[in-house]
Nanobody, 115 residues
Framework: QVQVVESGGGLVQPGGSLRLSCAAS????????MGWYRQAPGKQRKLVAF???????HYGDSVKGRFTISRDNVNNIVYLQMNNLKPEDTAVYYC?????????WGQGTQVTVSS
């Protein structure tokens, strides 16, 4: 079974940037949709970006224009470049397939945006 490990989170000031990485333990087909999800305290986990067949990308309205999702199919890594971060981006970020049935949820990586 594929497992994923998320990394790259941290504490950043508003307007700052971070790049998250999601490393998969097994091979994922290049056309398999992969997504980044986030869960803020007291809120449900939600999909914020995903990359699908042909590397087509889709973003939630709250991150459009600021976040970029990409993938390295050779090394089975999915990235999330996050720019112009805002306090409301504070959450634990997870990766999984879309829908999220590829793997059990990983531990995620905490992103905190605060001055």
């Amino acid at each position: 079974q594929v497992q994923v490990v998320e990394s790259g989170g941290g504490l950043v000031q508003p307007g700052g940037s971070l790049r998250l990485s999601c490393a998969a333990s097994g091979s994922i087909a290049s056309n398999y949709a992969m997504g980044w999800y986030r869960q803020a305290p007291g809120k449900q986990r939600k999909l914020v970006a995903f990359i699908g067949s042909g590397d087509n990308t889709h973003y939630g309205d709250s991150v459009k224009g600021r976040f970029t999702i990409s993938r390295d199919n050779v090394n089975n890594i999915v990235y999330l470049q996050m720019n112009n971060l805002k306090p409301e981006d504070t959450a634990v970020y997870y990766c999984n397939g879309v829908p999220p049935t590829l793997t059990p949820w990983g531990q995620g990586t905490q992103v905190t945006v605060s001055s």
